[in-house]
C-alpha cells in the first residue's frame, strides 16, 4: 500500500512517469476469476518490476506475461488512491491560500508608494490583458474585475467587491501574485475584509464550506473617466451580483452625469475647455 500511495502522490504532482505507470495498471488491467490482472507485452515488460513492488504475482497463462492481485487488495489500492487524491487537493489549496496571504502581504508596501497616472496604469492594464486574454483560468477573474469597474460607474458611493478567493486561487500560484499586484498595485483597490486565516485548510479536517470573501474596495482617486478607459483595455463580459455600495463618499468631481446626453457634452467640455483652464491655474 505504501508504494502505491508514494507512487499516486507523484502522478498528482506532476511526475509524467508516475502518471504513466498509474495509468498503464488502471488501463490495461481487468477483473479476472483470479483477481484484478495486468497483462504485459514485451514493449511493457519493465512494468514488471513494479507490479511485484505494488504486490501484484506473476503467474503462467498461455506464453503471456500476467500479474494477478488479489480483488480485495485492488480495491484497497482504488480507495487509497481516492484518498490520496483527497488529501492532495486539501494540500494544494493550503498551498495556494497561504501563496495568497503572502502576495497580500508583500503588497501592502508597495501600494502605498506613488500611485500611477491614469496613462501608465491604463497602459499596464493593456499589458496584463495581453498575457492574460487568452488564458482559460483568467476568465472569472477578468469577467468579476469588468463588473466592478462597471457597477461603480455614475455612482456616488465608493463600491466594494466581495470575492470568493477561488476567483484568486484557481488559476495556479504565479498568477494568483499577477493578479494581487494588478488590484493592489495598478488599480489601487483597498483589502477592506481579508478571509486568510479561516480559510486554511487543515490536512486532517474537512475544508470550511462557506469562507468568508475577499472584500475590495474600489480605488477613491479613480474617476468615471478612467474606469472607462480602463474598461476599453477589457472584455465585455462581465458578473454583476458581488458587489455593493459602502458608505463612503466618492468626489463629484470623480463622476460623470449617468444620462449619456450630459456625459456626452460634460466630455466634450472637459476636452475642449480642460486645456485652457490648466493653462490659467499656471499664470
Same mark, same amino acid.
Given at each position: 500500500?505504501?508504494?502505491?500511495?508514494?507512487?499516486?502522490?507523484?502522478?498528482?504532482?506532476?511526475?509524467?512517469?508516475?502518471? *504513466?505507470?498509474?495509468?498503464?495498471?488502471?488501463?490495461?488491467?481487468?477483473?479476472? $476469476?483470479?483477481?484484478?490482472?495486468?497483462?504485459?507485452?514485451?514493449?511493457?515488460? *519493465?512494468?514488471?518490476?513494479?507490479?511485484?513492488?505494488?504486490?501484484?504475482?506473476?503467474?503462467?497463462?498461455?506464453?503471456?506475461?500476467?500479474?494477478?492481485?488479489?480483488?480485495? $487488495?485492488?480495491? =484497497?489500492?482504488? !480507495?487509497?488512491?481516492?484518498?490520496?487524491?483527497?488529501?492532495?487537493?486539501?494540500?494544494?489549496?493550503?498551498?495556494?491560500?497561504?501563496?495568497?496571504?503572502?502576495?497580500?502581504?508583500?503588497?501592502?508596501?508597495?501600494?502605498?508608494?506613488?500611485?500611477? *497616472?491614469?496613462?501608465?496604469?491604463?497602459?499596464?492594464?493593456?499589458?496584463?490583458?495581453?498575457?492574460?486574454? $487568452?488564458?482559460?483560468?483568467?476568465?472569472?477573474?477578468?469577467?468579476?474585475?469588468?463588473?466592478?469597474?462597471?457597477?461603480?460607474?455614475?455612482?456616488?458611493?465608493?463600491?466594494?467587491?466581495?470575492?470568493?478567493?477561488?476567483?484568486?486561487?484557481?488559476?495556479?500560484?504565479?498568477?494568483?501574485?499577477?493578479?494581487?499586484?494588478?488590484?493592489?498595485?495598478?488599480?489601487?483597490?483597498?483589502?477592506?475584509?481579508?478571509?486568510?486565516?479561516?480559510?486554511?485548510?487543515?490536512?486532517?479536517?474537512?475544508?470550511?464550506? !462557506?469562507?468568508?470573501?475577499?472584500?475590495?474596495?474600489?480605488? =477613491?482617486?479613480?474617476?468615471?473617466?478612467?474606469?472607462?478607459?480602463?474598461?476599453?483595455?477589457?472584455?465585455?463580459?462581465?458578473?454583476?451580483?458581488?458587489?455593493?455600495?459602502?458608505?463612503?463618499?466618492?468626489?463629484?468631481? =470623480?463622476?460623470?452625469?449617468?444620462?449619456?446626453?450630459?456625459?456626452?457634452?460634460?466630455?466634450?467640455?472637459?476636452?475642449?475647455?480642460?486645456?485652457?483652464?490648466?493653462?490659467?491655474?499656471?499664470?
Amino acid at each position: 500500500m505504501e508504494a502505491w500511495e508514494a507512487l499516486v502522490a507523484k502522478a498528482f504532482d506532476g511526475d509524467s512517469d508516475a502518471n *504513466d505507470v498509474v495509468l498503464f495498471i488502471e488501463g490495461c488491467g481487468q477483473t479476472t $476469476t483470479d483477481g484484478y490482472t495486468v497483462t504485459l507485452n514485451e514493449a511493457s515488460s *519493465d512494468r514488471a518490476i513494479t507490479l511485484t513492488q505494488l504486490g501484484f504475482t506473476k503467474v503462467d497463462h498461455e506464453q503471456k506475461q500476467q500479474y494477478v492481485l488479489p480483488s480485495a $487488495t485492488w480495491a =484497497a489500492l482504488v !480507495d487509497g488512491k481516492r484518498l490520496a487524491r483527497t488529501q492532495w487537493h486539501k494540500r494544494k489549496q493550503q498551498q495556494l491560500i497561504q501563496t495568497l496571504h503572502d502576495a497580500l502581504a508583500a503588497t501592502d508596501g508597495l501600494q502605498s508608494s506613488e500611485p500611477l *497616472d491614469n496613462t501608465e496604469r491604463v497602459a499596464r492594464v493593456k499589458a496584463f490583458m495581453q498575457q492574460h486574454a $487568452t488564458n482559460v483560468g483568467s476568465i472569472p477573474f477578468l469577467r468579476g474585475l469588468v463588473g466592478f469597474l462597471t457597477f461603480q460607474l455614475y455612482k456616488p458611493r465608493l463600491a466594494q467587491w466581495h470575492m470568493d478567493t477561488s476567483v484568486l486561487t484557481q488559476n495556479g500560484p504565479e498568477t494568483i501574485v499577477q493578479y494581487v499586484l494588478l488590484l493592489k498595485t495598478v488599480l489601487g483597490f483597498r483589502v477592506e475584509a481579508s478571509p486568510m486565516d479561516a480559510a486554511v485548510i487543515s490536512m486532517t479536517d474537512e475544508p470550511q464550506q !462557506d469562507t468568508p470573501d475577499l472584500v475590495w474596495r474600489m480605488n =477613491a482617486s479613480l474617476t468615471d473617466e478612467s474606469l472607462l478607459q480602463l474598461l476599453r483595455q477589457l472584455p465585455s463580459a462581465q458578473t454583476s451580483h458581488p458587489f455593493t455600495l459602502t458608505a463612503c463618499a466618492r468626489s463629484s468631481s =470623480a463622476m460623470l452625469p449617468s444620462s449619456p446626453l450630459l456625459r456626452w457634452i460634460l466630455l466634450v467640455f472637459r476636452r475642449c475647455f480642460g486645456p485652457w483652464k490648466a493653462m490659467l491655474d499656471l499664470k
